[in-house]
């Protein structure tokens, strides 16, 4: 199992460290654009081996695309990050560019793989992967939704004051500050709905904790995260390397599910060998339906930037 990922950055470096540590790839790529810099971090990363105990074989390359062929899974985190005040839609001046060409240089030399774009606006990135590329849907793949929940579980069980383990729960819906659905009706602890514990008022705390918890993060640090970014993604890429057929929201386009058409934007989805095997279909509120409404007129707005 070969996988590129592209940025050598905080997340790209981050998510090579974990799917090293987690040992279930022979090959982790790392490709950076900056010259020296992923051959450094592959080094550094490469001399923890022996002290976390892993046989992944990890390189690093100065934009040699040659060096990613015959990649299984590439990931992209190459762009910029935002500091803090901005949003992840300002990116997009940059970051639509670099996506472009990386997916496309990726692509010439990796006809089979699967991709899973980090880079932000992310739906947007995603859905640019489709427009611009002949990849079959079920083979891109947006990262958000994965850490959204990761972050809605922190905070459930901040709340609940429960250990994390015993928390349940899913983000779907646009990986923006104002665009995340968190499912506080179907979360759970120990099968038992959250919302036997907590209050309304703080189960909506939860919620606006969770939608601008990207936000938080890049206040205290100065630029964006990438601890949990980067483990996010390397679950996501165990889950299709090892095919474990696991449940995850993810960005998908949409041909109709949940009433959308023509768009990324994070669903539950069935990742296995082939990518993205199911778009799940789940029943939501009234209520979550109509947020999850709201969050993708604001992916499309976004979209609507792109010069395709
Ligand atoms: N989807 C998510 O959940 C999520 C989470 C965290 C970060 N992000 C996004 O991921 C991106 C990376 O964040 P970061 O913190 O790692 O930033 P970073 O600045 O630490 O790293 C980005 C790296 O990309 C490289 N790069 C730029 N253009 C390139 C190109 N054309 N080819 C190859 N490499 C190139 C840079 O040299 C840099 O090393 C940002 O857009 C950020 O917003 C998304
Ligand atoms: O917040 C950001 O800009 C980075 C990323 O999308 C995150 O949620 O951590």
């Not at 899974?73 to 762009?79: D, L, M």
């Not at 300002?90 to 496309?104: D, P």
């Not at 250990?163 to 819906?173: H, K, L, W, Y």
């Not at 069935?270 to 109509?290: F, H, M, P, Q, W």
């Amino acid at each position: 199992m070969k996988v590129t990922v592209v940025g050598a950055g905080a997340v790209g470096a981050s998510c090579a460290e974990y799917i090293a540590i987690k040992d279930f790839a022979s090959e982790v790529v790392l490709l950076d654009i900056k010259e020296g810099f992923a051959e450094g971090k592959a080094m550094d990363l490469m001399q923890t081996a022996s002290l976390n105990g892993f046989d992944t074989k990890i390189t690093g390359v100065t934009n040699d695309y040659s060096k990613t062929a015959g990649s299984d899974i590439c990931v992209i985190t190459s762009g910029i990050p935002r500091k803090p005040g901005m949003t992840r839609e300002e990116l997009i001046g940059i970051n639509a560019g670099i996506v472009k060409s990386v997916s496309s240089s990726l692509i010439e030399q990796s006809p089979n793989t699967i991709i899973i774009v980090v880079s932000n606006p992310m739906d947007t990135m995603t859905y640019l992967v489709h427009k611009t590329t002949n990849l079959p849907k079920n083979r891109i793949i947006g990262m958000g939704g994965a850490l959204d929940s990761a972050r809605f579980k922190y905070r459930l069980a901040e709340a609940l004051e429960a250990p994390i383990s015993d928390v349940d729960g899913m983000v779907i819906g646009g990986h923006s500050d104002k665009g995340m659905v968190p499912l506080t009706a179907h979360a759970t602890r120990n099968s038992v709905k959250v919302s036997e514990f907590l209050s309304a008022d703080r189960l909506d705390q939860v919620k606006e904790d969770t939608k601008v918890g990207g936000a938080t993060l890049t206040k205290l640090l100065g630029t964006s995260a990438w601890y949990a970014p980067g483990a996010a993604v390397s679950g996501l890429v165990q889950a299709i390397a090892c095919d474990q057929k696991k449940m995850f929201p993810c960005s998908t386009l949409l041909e109709g599910e949940y009433g959308l058409n023509d768009l990324c934007i994070g669903v539950p989805v069935i990742l296995g060998r082939n990518g993205i095997e199911e778009i799940v279909t789940i029943k939501l509120s009234d209520a979550e339906e109509a947020h999850l409404k709201e969050s993708a007129e604001g992916v499309q707005k976004t979209n609507g930037l792109l010069e395709l």
